[in-house]
């Protein structure tokens, strides 16, 4: 093994949104930051991929514009470059209808009915959801229409890869009253990678590093319990890197797993290990040479077998498909979302819903399906289950999906935990001073 006397302030394990994030702030305040990232591309789930031709997203497709992504780059004096569909950007297909819900009456009603009802649940504390009453249970309060309950499972599996049975009441109502929650949204042209790029060039005008197939295997611990050194292996060649602060962005699942269970405070890996419960999600990325759908961004569906949301790639200033292809992506979060589930049976239920949906989808060519799930979950936990960002190992902090603020979703919320730990790190440890 080869011992790196790496003099960075920082390591940062995960070149996801959250990791890139938090070292991207770091080295703007003036760390200089070490990202390991085991795959050979940075982005993680909100990441990109070429496959004949065609950018497929390994996971996030659409960006918010008004959430922490975008924050972060007025923070690091970036701009954020999206594509906004000049129409509606979402759409809610109801009967074969699409209803535009960005923006006139049906946006309206998007946008005031979470506040109504929440306003209705402080004056009558009997409808309010009880602390962690699953969204099924509290809306059978309300009704019982099966087209109501089918187009909130929908809305939940766009947003949170769960269903009304996994999703706590009170955290989505607070999410939709409350929250960015999707309203104003971009696509990143050439993939979402994209996104990621300028923080990159952040971290490396600092001083900083960027190590792709670079794999944490396993984090040592000094005698009074606090990390100082990763172990990173990196083309075959094992490298040892100190490190005074660690922040992690593969989740507290895989972070405990890279630590001796005597190095941890008792019961913390047992605590994390109970905790987590990732969701799935399925993709299927399809292109045709003729248009099939006239939505400009999102459609989500009131009414579907397992299929929650599909995105058209198609505009040409999207640079996603090879000239005269025009590119779409259905998505289903699979039952139980949570768990072990019937894979081909699955990807066959998604796929007669985008049969269904996509009139000429039998004369199209199927780019990619994408089982994000185990492993590479679509979601560590469930919103309202993400555990701390702060861990009780006091130099070690987790970032990203899996300890994700309350009522947070995507990019976004990723984006949001590492200001918080950026902010404490650069509170509790002032450079100079670790
Ligand atoms: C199908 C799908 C659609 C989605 N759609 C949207 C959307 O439209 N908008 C939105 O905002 N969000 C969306 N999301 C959610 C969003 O993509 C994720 O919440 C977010 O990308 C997770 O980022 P993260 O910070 O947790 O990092 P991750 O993406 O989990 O990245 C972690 C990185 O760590 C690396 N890594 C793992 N282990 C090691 C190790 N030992 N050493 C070094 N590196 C390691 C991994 O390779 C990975 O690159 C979607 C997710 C899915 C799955």
Redesign the pocket.
Request: glycine letters at 10%; one cysteine or more; aromatic letters at 8%.
């Given at each position: 093994m080869s011992n790196k006397n790496s003099n960075f302030d920082v390591v940062v394990?995960?070149?996801?949104?959250?990791?890139l994030c938090a070292a991207a702030r770091l080295a703007h305040n003036g760390y200089r930051v070490l990202v390991?990232?085991?795959?050979e591309v940075i982005?993680?789930?909100?990441s990109t991929r070429t496959v004949d031709g065609f950018l497929c997203n390994t996971?996030?497709?659409?960006?918010?514009l008004d959430g922490a992504v975008a924050d972060t780059y007025r923070d690091l004096g970036l701009e954020l470059k999206l594509y906004e569909p000049h129409r509606s950007s979402t759409v809610l297909r109801v009967g074969g209808h699409d209803v535009n819900i960005t923006e006139g009456a049906a946006g309206w009603v998007r946008n005031i009915a979470p506040v109504i009802l929440r306003s209705l649940t402080n004056l009558r504390p009997s409808l309010r959801p009880l602390p962690g009453q699953s969204l099924k249970v509290w809306l059978n309060k309300f009704t019982r229409r099966p087209w109501i309950h089918g187009l909130m499972n929908n809305v939940v599996g766009a947003m949170f890869?769960a269903s009304t049975e996994d999703a706590p009441a009170d955290v989505i109502l607070h999410y939709f009253s409350k929250g960015t929650s999707f309203k104003k949204i971009g696509m990143p042209v050439g993939g979402t990678i994209e996104v990621w790029k300028p923080l990159v060039d952040v971290i490396k005008k600092s001083g900083g590093e960027v190590w792709l197939g670079?794999?944490?295997n396993r984090l040592n611990f000094s005698e009074d319990g606090l990390v100082n050194g990763v172990i990173v292996e990196n083309g075959g060649d094992l490298i040892e890197v100190s490190t005074s602060l660690l922040v992690s962005?593969?989740?507290p699942l895989?972070t405990v797993a890279?630590a001796d269970v005597v190095d941890l405070p008792e019961g913390y890996g047992r605590s994390v290990r109970e905790a987590s419960n990732p969701a799935a999600?399925i993709?299927v990325h399809f292109a045709s040479p003729r248009p099939l759908a006239s939505f400009p961004c999102l459609a989500i569906f009131s009414q579907s077998r397992r299929m929650v949301y599909a995105a058209n790639f198609s505009a040409p200033e999207l640079q996603r498909a090879p000239a005269g292809w025009h590119l779409y992506c259905g998505?289903s979060v699979p039952r139980p979302a949570r768990g072990e589930f019937d894979v081909e049976l699955e990807k066959r239920l998604l796929l007669e819903d985008i049969r269904e949906q996509f009139p000429g989808f039998d004369q199209s060519m199927v780019v990619a399906i994408d089982v994000?799930a185990h492993e590479w979950p679509?979601?560590?936990a469930i919103t309202g289950y993400d555990l701390p960002p702060t861990t009780p190992i006091k130099n070690l902090w987790n970032?990203?999906?899996?300890v994700k603020p309350w009522g947070g979703a995507?990019?976004?919320?990723?984006a949001e935990t590492a200001k918080l730990i950026v902010d404490e790190i650069c509170r509790r440890f002032p450079l100079g001073v670790q």
């Amino acid at each position: 093994m080869s011992n790196k006397n790496s003099n960075f302030d920082v390591v940062v394990i995960g070149a996801g949104a959250g990791g890139l994030c938090a070292a991207a702030r770091l080295a703007h305040n003036g760390y200089r930051v070490l990202v390991l990232e085991a795959l050979e591309v940075i982005g993680g789930r909100a990441s990109t991929r070429t496959v004949d031709g065609f950018l497929c997203n390994t996971g996030a497709l659409v960006i918010e514009l008004d959430g922490a992504v975008a924050d972060t780059y007025r923070d690091l004096g970036l701009e954020l470059k999206l594509y906004e569909p000049h129409r509606s950007s979402t759409v809610l297909r109801v009967g074969g209808h699409d209803v535009n819900i960005t923006e006139g009456a049906a946006g309206w009603v998007r946008n005031i009915a979470p506040v109504i009802l929440r306003s209705l649940t402080n004056l009558r504390p009997s409808l309010r959801p009880l602390p962690g009453q699953s969204l099924k249970v509290w809306l059978n309060k309300f009704t019982r229409r099966p087209w109501i309950h089918g187009l909130m499972n929908n809305v939940v599996g766009a947003m949170f890869a769960a269903s009304t049975e996994d999703a706590p009441a009170d955290v989505i109502l607070h999410y939709f009253s409350k929250g960015t929650s999707f309203k104003k949204i971009g696509m990143p042209v050439g993939g979402t990678i994209e996104v990621w790029k300028p923080l990159v060039d952040v971290i490396k005008k600092s001083g900083g590093e960027v190590w792709l197939g670079s794999k944490a295997n396993r984090l040592n611990f000094s005698e009074d319990g606090l990390v100082n050194g990763v172990i990173v292996e990196n083309g075959g060649d094992l490298i040892e890197v100190s490190t005074s602060l660690l922040v992690s962005n593969i989740g507290p699942l895989a972070t405990v797993a890279l630590a001796d269970v005597v190095d941890l405070p008792e019961g913390y890996g047992r605590s994390v290990r109970e905790a987590s419960n990732p969701a799935a999600i399925i993709t299927v990325h399809f292109a045709s040479p003729r248009p099939l759908a006239s939505f400009p961004c999102l459609a989500i569906f009131s009414q579907s077998r397992r299929m929650v949301y599909a995105a058209n790639f198609s505009a040409p200033e999207l640079q996603r498909a090879p000239a005269g292809w025009h590119l779409y992506c259905g998505a289903s979060v699979p039952r139980p979302a949570r768990g072990e589930f019937d894979v081909e049976l699955e990807k066959r239920l998604l796929l007669e819903d985008i049969r269904e949906q996509f009139p000429g989808f039998d004369q199209s060519m199927v780019v990619a399906i994408d089982v994000t799930a185990h492993e590479w979950p679509a979601q560590r936990a469930i919103t309202g289950y993400d555990l701390p960002p702060t861990t009780p190992i006091k130099n070690l902090w987790n970032v990203g999906d899996g300890v994700k603020p309350w009522g947070g979703a995507g990019t976004a919320a990723c984006a949001e935990t590492a200001k918080l730990i950026v902010d404490e790190i650069c509170r509790r440890f002032p450079l100079g001073v670790q």
